[in-house]
Nanobody, 123 residues
Framework: QVQLVESGGGLVQAGGSLRLSCAAS????????MGWFRQAPGKEREFVAA????????YYADSVKGRFTISRDNAKNTMYLQMNSLKPEDTAVYYC????????????????WGQGTQVTVSS
């Protein structure tokens, strides 16, 4: 089992930056591909970024490519999402998730989810 806790959300002006963290419990964190998703009010949850178990291959939604960077530190059981050049449309609750099989953008494939952290970008 993996338990996930997100942190680092907050209020930022457009053009600013935030770094989200996802801390995982358990000794098998390095065996999971990890992903970030977000859900804005009144909208469906959408994929943001994913990283393989090794931290090598990464995958981004077109809407964040070039602005967001996903990374992980398996020694610290932690995944990160560096968000730069934030826009008001990035406002959402951000969730981290763990997938025991492979890197994927499909939320149905993920096995474990955190509780989410709010990111609000003001214009």
């Amino acid at each position: 089992q993996v338990q996930l806790v997100e942190s680092g959300g907050g209020l930022v002006q457009a053009g600013g930056s935030l770094r989200l963290s996802c801390a995982a419990s358990g000794r098998t964190f390095s065996m999971y591909a990890m992903g970030w998703f977000r859900q804005a009010p009144g909208k469906e949850r959408e994929f943001v970024a994913a990283v393989s178990w090794s931290g090598g291959p990464t995958y981004y939604a077109d809407s964040v490519k070039g602005r967001f960077t996903i990374s992980r530190d398996n020694a610290k059981n932690t995944m990160y999402l560096q968000m730069n050049s934030l826009k008001p449309e990035d406002t959402a609750v951000y969730y981290c998730a763990a997938d025991a099989i492979a890197i994927t953008s499909r939320d149905d494939d993920y096995d474990y989810w955190g509780q989410g952290t709010q990111v609000t970008v003001s214009s």
